[in-house]
Nanobody, 130 residues
């Protein structure tokens, strides 16, 4: 059974940085698509970065240059590094997975919708405030 668990959320001032981690376990398949999402109060959940398992990461335009995904060598964690955080970055952050064998084309912000991701963590909250 696939399990995902986010951690690393907290409060940060604008311009600061934060690193979120997604611990993964279970059989995700040969090349899963691992997505990072966020949801602000009153807004729909949106994908911010989709990682095609060590090959390529696709980012939402609004976070390009500030968000970066990395994966540990043992593939047990996928981190989201957030720099120069902005108030609009506040919200609950989730990691989610599409298991199996995917491609960089398939695992892209423009190609996938939120409902395509079947396995979800519980989320970790990020609060950006002065």
């Amino acid at each position: 059974q696939v399990e995902l668990q986010e951690s690393g959320g907290g409060s940060v001032e604008p311009g600061g940085s934060l690193r979120l981690s997604c611990a993964v376990s279970g059989d995700l398949g040969e090349r899963p698509c691992l997505g990072w999402f966020r949801q602000a109060p009153g807004k729909e959940r949106e994908g911010v970065a989709y990682h095609n398992w060590g090959i390529l990461t696709s980012y939402r335009d609004s976070v390009k240059g500030r968000f970066a995904v990395s994966q540990d060598s043992d593939k047990s964690t996928v981190d989201l590094q957030i720099t120069n955080v902005q108030p609009e970055d506040s919200g609950m952050y989730y990691c989610a997975a599409i298991t199996g064998f995917t491609s960089s084309w398939y695992c892209s912000i423009s190609s996938r919708k939120t409902s395509d991701f079947r396995n979800w963590g519980q989320g970790t909250r990020v609060t950006v405030a002065s």
